[in-house]
């Protein structure tokens, strides 16, 4: 799952796969997009408790993504200035990242309703505890 050994995405919980195929289908720069994944996490961390409280969520690995309304991802980003390219690049990784945590689980029902999108962020020892 989560390639820790990548040194590019290792400050961020999706895939180093992930974030090089939604760049490539974006045309974002993968540097940009790395940067903006790092950048996004930062915020997201202490977010846990509030993005329980939006929808379900899976742990893999010490990864935990959660699917949430699209109005959250919106609330999510309004804290930034990212492009718009940059956004939609960002919500593509977070989304698939959420949807392959939720595809490794057994229990979990894989299925996104319509206007959920998903949001990954890594797990600190303190929210485990």
């Known amino acids: 799952m989560f390639d820790e050994t990548d040194t590019e995405t290792g400050e961020s919980p999706i ?8 760049a490539d289908e974006t045309g974002l ?8 994944l ?7 961390i ?3 408790s509030t993005l329980e409280r939006q929808g379900d969520y899976e742990t893999v690995d010490g990864v935990r993504g959660y699917r949430v309304p699209a109005e959250e991802w919106k609330a999510i980003l309004d804290d ?11 919500l ?18 894989e299925r996104f309703e319509e206007g959920e999108v998903g949001v990954v962020v890594g797990v600190d020892t303190a929210e485990e505890f």
């Open 38 to 44: 790092v950048e996004l996490n930062s915020a997201l």
């Open 46 to 48: 202490g977010r846990h």
């Open 92 to 109: 593509r990784a977070h989304t698939e990242q959420t949807r392959m945590l939720f595809a490794e689980s057994p229990d979990a029902r």
């Open 80 to 90: 930034f200035e990212f492009r718009e390219e940059t956004e939609g690049a960002l």
């Open 15 to 22: 895939d180093a796969a992930v974030a090089e195929r939604v």
């Open 29 to 36: 720069g993968l540097d940009e997009l790395r940067t903006a």
